[in-house]
């Protein structure tokens, strides 16, 4: 029989979430440059995300184009997406190494953190690759919003880190999911999505623990600030996901492109669905409060 003391199996219960992260990521990870095709070439006869996610779907100009324009514009705002995923994830790798910094490597979260991280890079190649693959040029967030991730990256921690984190994490799993299941879409994306949305699951587990443990006993004024911050990178996330020159890579007219994913309700009512699970999670925590809703009505996300 062993004899475990209090602070022991205090230790270990904090640690059970990261040590079964941990575990299943022994089980069950990738390594993209062997699961992914990419020697095949480019089959332009496929979209690069299902068609009902494009930010144009359902507009006077999507039904004026013809199946192949609309797969041009997919394949370009799939390479956009995966643009501002590897943006992010930059973000994300270096939130989590301050965050880690100096800390004790045999704690199971320090562990599983590194593990994160790893992926997170395999995950950013991986992105890369398949936005050349798509033929897409660089697509970057705007010269404001990079240097906003620049200051987020630098000074978000403990809630606003992993919260921020899960809003960018939770939309593109919905996304995901749908791609990985879509056979409209090149055999390669969707691939890519189903290694993104078996691996980034974990993540989005561990963000929810740890926002969770940061705001146990945190007061009013606290989840105040913290839930305007964390609203105000989800609005820029979003709305740097599909680059204005996306439109003008799939032959399009930028303006009129612009104006109509403006006004489009059902790209909005798919944001807003992707997004359910994630503002009931944060109601839960403290982190839905009036400034911050209309922050994400604002980026449709609610």
Not at 138 to 162: C, D, N, Q, W
Not at 181 to 192: L, N, V
Not at 264 to 273: A, F, G, T, V
Request: net charge negative.
């Amino acid at each position: 029989m062993t004899v475990t003391d209090s602070a022991s199996t205090d230790r270990l219960g904090d640690h059970s979430v990261a040590a079964q992260l941990l575990r299943s990521s022994d089980t069950v990870s990738y390594d993209p440059l062997v699961e992914v095709d990419w020697e095949t070439p480019l089959d332009k006869g496929h979209h690069g995300l299902s068609p009902e996610w494009s930010t144009l779907y359902g507009t006077a100009y999507w039904n004026e184009m013809g199946e192949d324009l609309q797969k041009a514009l997919t394949r370009q705002e799939a390479a956009s997406v995966a643009s501002t995923g590897i943006w992010f994830e930059m973000i994300l790798q270096q939130m989590m190494l301050r965050d880690f910094y100096a800390k004790d490597p045999t704690d199971p979260d320090f562990q599983w953190a590194l593990t994160e991280i790893a992926d997170e890079c395999r995950h950013s190649i991986m992105f890369a690759r398949g936005a050349a693959k798509l033929e897409a040029p660089a697509y970057r967030p705007r010269r404001h919003v990079i240097e906003l991730g620049r200051a987020f990256k630098t000074i978000a921690s403990a809630e606003t880190a992993y919260a921020a984190i899960l809003v960018a994490e939770e939309v593109t799993d919905v996304m995901q999911r749908d791609w990985m299941r879509d056979d409209r879409i090149a055999p390669f994306i969707r691939t890519i999505s189903n290694i993104h949305v078996v691996e980034e699951s974990r993540h989005m587990k561990f963000a929810r623990e740890e926002v969770r443990e940061q705001l146990a006993q945190a007061g009013r004024v606290r989840r105040m600030k913290s839930s305007v911050i964390v609203a105000a990178a989800a609005y820029f996330i979003i709305k740097s996901m599909v680059n204005s020159q996306a439109y003008a890579a799939a032959g399009l007219d930028v303006e009129r492109s612009l104006r109509e994913a403006r006004a489009n309700e059902h790209y909005k009512s798919m944001l807003r669905s992707s997004c359910a699970g994630l503002m009931e999670f944060l109601s839960s925590v403290g982190l839905l409060t009036r400034p911050a809703v209309a922050i994400y009505r604002r980026a449709h996300l609610i």
